[in-house]
């Protein structure tokens, strides 16, 4: 009997459609389908489908889940925890005040999203409240909150959720987006919130995972959207499904509400995980303890969100939110210059030449006058006395171009005897090494930024990129050869068997430091710098091996390491160089995999620029000027440093775009749009944060336009990235037709390139690059050109470019003699004018 009874009950659940007599609710599109089930816990996501291939594919384990945080005081600001590096030492140190601030609020409840009650549930009760909207509503003791599905008739892959929530009583709430389908660790193929950290593995070590992004946090961490670049948590399969959660746009925090800097308003929270640790992209809004998630009994929050789910990698899902969501081609489209390219270029020459305003110091030292420009910012022995030089592709390059005697004489001459002393020439283990990138003037002594150590990446960049870049225009001098050689045999002998480098030696023990983070950058490079001049098959082979190394621990893996020392190496603009190294050693060797391992790279890179907000014409006001909205816009920038506790934090992107010209290579060699629109994204229209006097802009976006401010040497590296960015641009343009042979890659900043040492070609002729602003005038800012003489000096190359996106007719001057033109947009001319 009581089998005959369960076998009824049996068939009367079945014939019921589920257990709980509802029938299933399913929505579809094109591209994804899901089906939702009531059960005893309520309504379950029980299948998501998504369309791989033009197959039917199965996401492992759908779920549905929802989460509510609620905390009836407003939740601590204090740290939570004591972080420990891999070697044991309280993380990141007492000597690193710049972050003391920005690690504190990393590791507090908040944002270790420990802070609050969590309420999970499934949806009581669900309904389908019209054709392609499904509605679920559920109460908790403290708050209904309502959820509805739809799928967004544009893009069959996204799902828009709104969510509404209303208290029962008063406190602090933050809703989580629901959990639709969680990723096992074992198949998960990368994970990323974008601007934080990227990766193929989780990392164990919190420091590691949080701070560097060498892994994937174990920890569901939450992130603020002041270093996010774009505001897209995502998580992509073995099998090539990304899911990534995107909120809509109105969310985002704006950096400039009105009159202020607001960069560091926080609305939105963001998570590779849920509150439960799985691995499951997740948005919190609002974020518990912020303003907007103090609520009183009955008032509504509403806010709304997209789930993504791409047949493709992570790269094809950043293009979908930056592109479709955050409309990244429509803001390119609004940027309009006030002035020019190449005026900045010849303006900043007036600026560097003029020892008062470039802050030009020349100073005695070991018998030679050395020469180098004031640094103001933080140096560790600094008394205000710190000296430096940066671009010294970009000097020489200028010198050669503009044949100026004030430049060459004053400038050139003092800066290489900087250079000859800056190297260590006593015997012992720093034999050949870098004294120190910063030169102090009182205690006449060189120094590093951020202690008593020795870098073998400042080798790579202070020896071996400067004196090759000099010996590309000098390929005569014998001593610097000597000097370059001295460098090369050091980074030889500090190689590990492996591959790689230290990050660091002590200056006083020889001891090697930081030994709880790996040199996941291109130290390698110098290696090749010295093979391209000094012609011995050894530094090839030793530039392959640290490459190889490099590639297989930091490109595959996500993981890179910055430069700045006052930011304990926080990844920065090291990774676009990485790509720009590799690149430049698959000319040398016709290897393919430095060129997929460089293109990967550039495309972790895209992940340092910011795409948000969407710019718009809205009037604002800027240290008492107006602006409008896309003029200050932080979309197209990218940073110094990102991540946990980079200057990303409180200053924001920054305006030197080293990696402009990278880009436009990258461009050229993929096809892939983003790279171009991101170059011009950066390089058009940033008048705003240009100083009107001196042409130098601003470092840091909150500066806006006060000049060069305590880094005059900028102006060099700024020199030196608008040319490669031009440069680029005409090689792309013209199909080839004109081309420039690439110097190396300039110290720290990025990937740009030095040009002018030898003739290249314009439409099929010997030219060399000259600057010369009283040759010929462009009536319209938006008009940018490229000059060069013909190898047999009866011929002037004048390469038009239109830097934007729309058509443009302007009046160009040769001689005194006035032509009208038109370029189309993006548009390109060669003129040849008879001598």
């Given at each position: 009997?009581?089998?005959?009874?369960?076998?009824?009950?049996?068939?009367?659940?079945?014939?019921?459609?589920?257990?709980?007599?509802?029938?299933?609710?399913?929505?579809?599109?094109?591209?994804?389908?899901?089906?939702?089930?009531?059960?005893?816990?309520?309504?379950?996501?029980?299948?998501?489908?998504?369309?791989?291939?033009?197959?039917?594919?199965?996401?492992?384990?759908?779920?549905?889940?929802?989460?509510?945080?609620?905390?009836?005081?407003?939740?601590?600001?204090?740290?939570?925890?004591?972080?420990?590096?891999?070697?044991?030492?309280?993380?990141?140190?007492?000597?690193?005040?710049?972050?003391?601030?920005?690690?504190?609020?990393?590791?507090?409840?908040?944002?270790?999203?420990?802070?609050?009650?969590?309420?999970?549930?499934?949806?009581?009760?669900?309904?389908?409240?019209?054709?392609?909207?499904?509605?679920?509503?559920?109460?908790?003791?403290?708050?209904?909150?309502?959820?509805?599905?739809?799928?967004?008739?544009?893009?069959?892959?996204?799902?828009?959720?709104?969510?509404?929530?209303?208290?029962?009583?008063?406190?602090?709430?933050?809703?989580?987006?629901?959990?639709?389908?969680?990723?096992?660790?074992?198949?998960?193929?990368?994970?990323?919130?974008?601007?934080?950290?990227?990766?193929?593995?989780?990392?164990?070590?919190?420091?590691?995972?949080?701070?560097?992004?060498?892994?994937?946090?174990?920890?569901?961490?939450?992130?603020?959207?002041?270093?996010?670049?774009?505001?897209?948590?995502?998580?992509?399969?073995?099998?090539?499904?990304?899911?990534?959660?995107?909120?809509?746009?109105?969310?985002?925090?704006?950096?400039?509400?009105?009159?202020q800097n607001t960069h560091q308003n926080w609305n939105v929270g963001l998570s590779h995980k849920n509150r439960k640790s799985q691995l499951s992209p997740t948005l919190y809004y609002p974020v518990l303890g912020e303003p907007k998630s103090a609520l009183k009994a009955g008032e509504v929050v509403t806010y709304s969100f997209r789930y993504s789910l791409i047949d493709g990698d992570w790269f094809k899902a950043i293009n979908h939110a930056a592109y479709d969501i955050y409309q990244?081609?429509?803001?390119?489209?609004?940027?309009?210059?006030?002035?020019?390219?190449?005026?900045?270029?010849?303006?900043?020459?007036?600026?560097?030449?003029?020892?008062?305003?470039?802050?030009?110091?020349?100073?005695?030292?070991?018998?030679?006058?050395?020469?180098?420009?004031?640094?103001?910012?933080?140096?560790?022995?600094?008394?205000?006395?710190?000296?430096?030089?940066?671009?010294?592709?970009?000097?020489?390059?200028?010198?050669?171009?503009?044949?100026?005697?004030?430049?060459?004489?004053?400038?050139?001459?003092?800066?290489?005897?900087?250079?000859?002393?800056?190297?260590?020439?006593?015997?012992?283990?720093?034999?050949?090494?870098?004294?120190?990138?910063?030169?102090?003037?009182?205690?006449?002594?060189?120094?590093?930024?951020?202690?008593?150590?020795?870098?073998?990446?400042?080798?790579?960049?202070?020896?071996?990129?400067?004196?090759?870049?000099?010996?590309?225009?000098?390929?005569?001098?014998?001593?610097?050869?000597?000097?370059?050689?001295?460098?090369?045999?050091?980074?030889?002998?500090?190689?590990?068997?492996?591959?790689?480098?230290?990050?660091?030696?002590?200056?006083?023990?020889?001891?090697?430091?930081?030994?709880?983070?790996?040199?996941?950058?291109?130290?390698?490079?110098?290696?090749?710098?010295?093979?391209?001049?000094?012609?011995?098959?050894?530094?090839?082979?030793?530039?392959?091996?640290?490459?190889?190394?490099?590639?297989?621990?930091?490109?595959?893996?996500?993981?890179?390491?910055?430069?700045?020392?006052?930011?304990?190496?926080?990844?920065?603009?090291?990774?676009?160089?990485?790509?720009?190294?590799?690149?430049?050693?698959?000319?040398?060797?016709?290897?393919?995999?430095?060129?997929?391992?460089?293109?990967?790279?550039?495309?972790?890179?895209?992940?340092?620029?910011?795409?948000?907000?969407?710019?718009?014409?809205?009037?604002?006001?800027?240290?008492?000027?107006?602006?409008?909205?896309?003029?200050?816009?932080?979309?197209?920038?990218?940073?110094?440093?990102?991540?946990?506790?980079?200057?990303?934090?409180?200053?924001?992107?920054?305006?030197?775009?080293?990696?402009?010209?990278?880009?436009?290579?990258?461009?050229?060699?993929?096809?892939?749009?983003?790279?171009?629109?991101?170059?011009?994204?950066?390089?058009?229209?940033?008048?705003?944060?240009?100083?009107?006097?001196?042409?130098?802009?601003?470092?840091?976006?909150?500066?806006?336009?006060?000049?060069?401010?305590?880094?005059?040497?900028?102006?060099?590296?700024?020199?030196?990235?608008?040319?490669?960015?031009?440069?680029?641009?005409?090689?792309?343009?013209?199909?080839?037709?004109?081309?420039?042979?690439?110097?190396?890659?300039?110290?720290?900043?990025?990937?740009?390139?030095?040009?002018?040492?030898?003739?290249?070609?314009?439409?099929?002729?010997?030219?060399?690059?000259?600057?010369?602003?009283?040759?010929?005038?462009?009536?319209?800012?938006?008009?940018?050109?490229?000059?060069?003489?013909?190898?047999?000096?009866?011929?002037?190359?004048?390469?038009?470019?239109?830097?934007?996106?729309?058509?443009?007719?302007?009046?160009?001057?040769?001689?005194?003699?006035?032509?009208?033109?038109?370029?189309?947009?993006?548009?390109?001319?060669?003129?040849?004018?008879?001598?």
């Amino acid at each position: 009997m009581l089998k005959k009874h369960n076998i009824l009950l049996l068939t009367l659940l079945l014939g019921c459609g589920n257990t709980w007599g509802q029938v299933p609710l399913v929505l579809e599109s094109s591209s994804v389908k899901m089906r939702w089930e009531n059960s005893a816990q309520g309504w379950q996501l029980k299948t998501l489908s998504v369309k791989k291939d033009q197959t039917w594919t199965n996401l492992k384990t759908p779920s549905g889940e929802n989460t509510l945080l609620y905390a009836a005081e407003k939740p601590s600001e204090k740290p939570e925890q004591i972080v420990k590096s891999i070697t044991g030492e309280e993380f990141p140190g007492p000597k690193y005040h710049y972050q003391t601030k920005w690690w504190a609020e990393s590791i507090s409840p908040v944002s270790l999203n420990t802070a609050g009650k969590a309420f999970h549930f499934f949806a009581k009760n669900g309904q389908r409240t019209a054709n392609n909207t499904l509605t679920f509503n559920h109460e908790t003791e403290n708050a209904k909150v309502t959820t509805e599905w739809s799928f967004d008739p544009k893009f069959p892959t996204d799902i828009i959720v709104k969510q509404t929530l209303t208290p029962k009583t008063a406190g602090y709430f933050s809703l989580a987006t629901p959990t639709i389908a969680p990723v096992s660790e074992a198949d998960m193929a990368w994970a990323s919130v974008p601007g934080y950290f990227q990766g193929n593995y989780i990392q164990p070590n919190f420091a590691l995972a949080y701070a560097y992004g060498h892994g994937v946090p174990a920890m569901p961490t939450v992130y603020r959207e002041r270093s996010a670049s774009t505001l897209s948590p995502l998580v992509t399969t073995k099998n090539g499904i990304t899911i990534s959660v995107i909120p809509d746009p109105a969310l985002c925090r704006d950096p400039w509400e009105k009159d202020q800097n607001t960069h560091q308003n926080w609305n939105v929270g963001l998570s590779h995980k849920n509150r439960k640790s799985q691995l499951s992209p997740t948005l919190y809004y609002p974020v518990l303890g912020e303003p907007k998630s103090a609520l009183k009994a009955g008032e509504v929050v509403t806010y709304s969100f997209r789930y993504s789910l791409i047949d493709g990698d992570w790269f094809k899902a950043i293009n979908h939110a930056a592109y479709d969501i955050y409309q990244l081609k429509e803001a390119l489209a609004l940027r309009q210059s006030k002035q020019s390219l190449t005026d900045r270029i010849q303006k900043m020459h007036h600026y560097l030449t003029d020892p008062k305003t470039s802050l030009w110091n020349i100073e005695e030292y070991k018998g030679l006058k050395i020469g180098a420009q004031s640094y103001l910012g933080g140096v560790v022995g600094s008394n205000k006395d710190a000296m430096k030089n940066s671009d010294y592709g970009a000097m020489w390059m200028l010198a050669k171009a503009t044949n100026d005697s004030l430049l060459i004489k004053n400038v050139l001459l003092y800066a290489l005897n900087f250079k000859f002393t800056q190297q260590i020439a006593d015997e012992g283990f720093f034999k050949g090494a870098l004294a120190g990138q910063y030169y102090l003037a009182k205690s006449k002594r060189f120094t590093e930024e951020w202690g008593e150590v020795v870098e073998p990446i400042a080798v790579t960049y202070y020896t071996m990129l400067d004196i090759g870049n000099i010996l590309l225009f000098e390929p005569n001098n014998q001593p610097l050869k000597e000097r370059l050689q001295a460098g090369a045999e050091w980074l030889l002998k500090n190689q590990k068997s492996n591959g790689s480098w230290a990050v660091a030696y002590d200056r006083k023990t020889e001891q090697e430091a930081f030994k709880d983070i790996q040199d996941v950058r291109p130290t390698f490079y110098g290696l090749l710098v010295a093979y391209r001049i000094l012609k011995d098959s050894k530094y090839l082979v030793a530039a392959r091996k640290g490459a190889d190394w490099f590639v297989k621990n930091a490109v595959e893996t996500g993981g890179f390491l910055g430069v700045c020392g006052d930011a304990r190496y926080a990844p920065d603009f090291a990774t676009a160089q990485s790509a720009q190294a590799l690149l430049d050693l698959y000319d040398l060797t016709n290897d393919s995999k430095y060129k997929n391992a460089a293109i990967t790279a550039a495309k972790v890179y895209t992940a340092s620029i910011y795409t948000h907000p969407i710019p718009n014409r809205r009037l604002k006001t800027v240290n008492g000027t107006q602006r409008e909205d896309w003029e200050i816009s932080q979309m197209g920038l990218s940073f110094e440093h990102g991540g946990i506790f980079g200057s990303s934090n409180i200053h924001g992107p920054i305006q030197l775009a080293s990696h402009a010209g990278l880009f436009i290579r990258m461009h050229q060699l993929t096809k892939e749009p983003i790279f171009a629109d991101m170059a011009r994204s950066v390089a058009w229209g940033r008048d705003a944060f240009v100083d009107a006097k001196t042409s130098v802009a601003s470092y840091y976006w909150n500066a806006m336009n006060r000049g060069a401010g305590p880094y005059p040497h900028h102006a060099w590296w700024q020199i030196g990235w608008l040319t490669d960015y031009l440069m680029a641009e005409a090689e792309l343009r013209s199909n080839g037709q004109v081309s420039f042979p690439r110097g190396f890659v300039t110290p720290k900043v990025g990937p740009h390139q030095s040009y002018g040492f030898a003739a290249g070609t314009i439409n099929g002729e010997k030219a060399n690059l000259i600057v010369n602003e009283n040759l010929i005038k462009i009536d319209n800012p938006t008009i940018d050109y490229i000059l060069a003489e013909s190898e047999k000096k009866d011929k002037i190359f004048v390469v038009l470019l239109n830097n934007r996106a729309q058509a443009t007719d302007f009046q160009v001057t040769v001689k005194g003699k006035a032509m009208k033109k038109q370029l189309p947009a993006v548009g390109f001319e060669v003129m040849a004018i008879e001598r």
